[in-house]
């Protein structure tokens, strides 16, 4: 399109501002000057004339034309962000053609994503805050439908009070001033459950350590900063959080009413820990308390020996049962290695069978700090598996065996073993600020007295096999 075209065209959709300017108008700012000079303030009669200079504009084409409609587009996109609130309310509310339930599944939506979501003048401003940020608002998009939706709900408590905005906003302003507010929120006893769960889902979706008295410290100043809801997610996962720390004082210990014995046989350690397990539930239930001997009669064993080939050996799978001897000797030579053990997948529906009759059962997992600390939390113990020493010297230096010993199953499958495969039960643990384990006790089978170990270090021997036991309730 020439020049002269889109000067006939500013012309007609501007006949009384200065043509020559508009027509050389280059930038949005100098576009936004040429509308206050007609419209002032009144934002909605310069939308309405860019409109009408769209409009006319739309059939032309050329890269003088193109800029210019990009211009526009721009200008009617800002004027539009810094007047948010109200154009939303002009638009969708006080016309009279929406109803406040077309927007009701938008926020729903949103506070699936959003913890901090609440129908609140404060989280009204903080989510115009955040459309604001994209330069191209869409109307059609979940946030843009949520904000309509606070707009239509806030608007209805201030026609049924007309002191709400400003007796909230004092109040709030007072609250938000004075950190007591915060710290002497209490959660009554009845809601501690529900206020528990939403912290459970805030700190998935917010990515919140719930045992970190850092990220307890940083939800306190966000909530401070961005003056949020006391009736959000948020804010009850603060304050859920905030109570299970001081009541935990960074330790979780389990009370062990159960008489902890060394392991009968020479390889019976999971066995030996499995029946801990069951027994830490039957003393807490004043059941009567089961024996090693009891738990290994129930255990699939395959005693059968070595059956070699000319690349490989063949032998079980602790997959499935106990592979050996339970007397028998762990060795890295073939020719003398009579006995090995059971994993997690192998002893988990033997242990169930006595943990069904109390709606409990085991679940084999990873040996992850976060599921470790949940477990404790839930007054669960947790078993896991990890390489022991061979030997110690006298200065109590340890040796480990650290390479695989590897072997097939008849079925095919490759199984890696380690010499001094070993099982314990974890029943504490304590955790400093940022909500790192840093030490756990534990019992295992070749000690009568409660262990205590660096978490790290344990975690290292525990990454051999990667693998625990957790309970849950069914």
């Keep these: 399109m020439k020049r002269s075209g889109l000067v006939l065209v500013l012309i007609l959709a501007f006949p009384s501002l200065a043509l020559a300017s508009a027509a050389n108008t280059s930038s949005e700012k100098e576009l936004v000057t040429l509308l206050e000079k007609k419209y002032g303030n009144d934002y909605m009669q310069k939308l309405e ?23 526009l587009e721009k200008t009617k996109q800002d004027i539009i962000l810094q007047n948010l609130a109200d154009y939303a309310t002009r638009k969708y509310i006080q016309s009279g053609l929406y109803e406040k339930e077309d927007f009701l599944s938008a ?83 009845s809601k501690a459950p529900i206020y528990a769960r939403i912290l459970e889902e805030v700190a998935r979706y917010d990515h919140i350590n719930p045992y970190s008295q850092d990220d307890l410290s940083y939800m306190r100043e966000v909530i401070g900063r961005e003056k949020i809801s006391p009736n959000s997610a948020y804010f009850k996962a603060y304050l859920s959080l905030r109570e299970k720390l001081v009541s935990l004082e960074g330790k ?99 242990i169930n069978r006595f943990l069904s009759p109390q709606n409990l059962f085991v679940q084999p997992g990873t ?36 390479k695989p010993i590897v072997w097939k199953t008849p079925e095919g499958k490759d199984i890696r073993g380690y010499i001094g495969e070993h099982a314990g039960l974890i029943v504490g643990a304590d955790f400093d600020r940022s909500g790192h384990i840093t030490t756990v006790s534990y019992y295992q089978g070749r000690s009568e007295s409660l262990e205590t170990a660096n978490f790290q270090e344990l975690q290292k021997l525990s990454s051999f096999f990667n693998e625990a036991l957790y309970v849950e309730k069914r």
């Design 49 to 71: 004339k860019i409109a009408t200079v769209q409009e006319k504009i739309r059939p032309l084409r050329g890269s003088k034309a193109n800029r210019l409609k990009t211009l």
């Design 107 to 189: 926020y729903e939506k949103l506070r699936q994503t959003d913890s901090r979501a609440d129908i609140h003048p404060f989280y009204l401003r903080n989510l115009i805050r955040s459309l604001q940020e994209n330069p191209f608002p869409d109307e059609d998009s979940m946030k843009f439908r949520a904000l309509i939706f606070l707009l239509f709900s806030l608007s209805e408590r201030v026609r049924n009070n007309p002191a709400f905005d400003e007796n909230i906003r004092a109040n709030w302003e007072e609250a938000w001033n004075d950190a007591k507010n915060i710290s002497g929120a209490k959660i009554a006893t």
């Design 252 to 350: 979780l210990h389990l009370p062990t009413r159960f008489v902890h014995s060394v392991q009968s046989r020479k390889l019976s350690c999971e066995a030996n820990t499995a029946t801990d397990l069951i027994n830490f539930y039957r003393t807490n239930s004043h059941l009567v308390t089961m024996n090693e001997n009891d738990f290994i009669n129930s255990l699939p064993i395959r005693s059968d020996k070595i059956v070699h080939t000319k690349t490989d050996f063949i032998w079980g799978d602790p997959n499935r049962y106990f592979v050996g001897n339970m007397d028998g000797k762990q060795s890295s030579n073939p020719n003398i290695f009579t006995g090995y053990g059971i994993y997690a997948d192998g002893i988990a529906p033997i």
């Design 367 to 402: 040996f992850d700090e976060r599921h470790i600390l949940d477990s404790l939390s839930e007054k669960h113990p947790v078993m896991f598996w990890y390489l022991s020493a061979i030997s110690e010297s006298e200065n109590g230096e340890k040796k480990y065996s650290t």
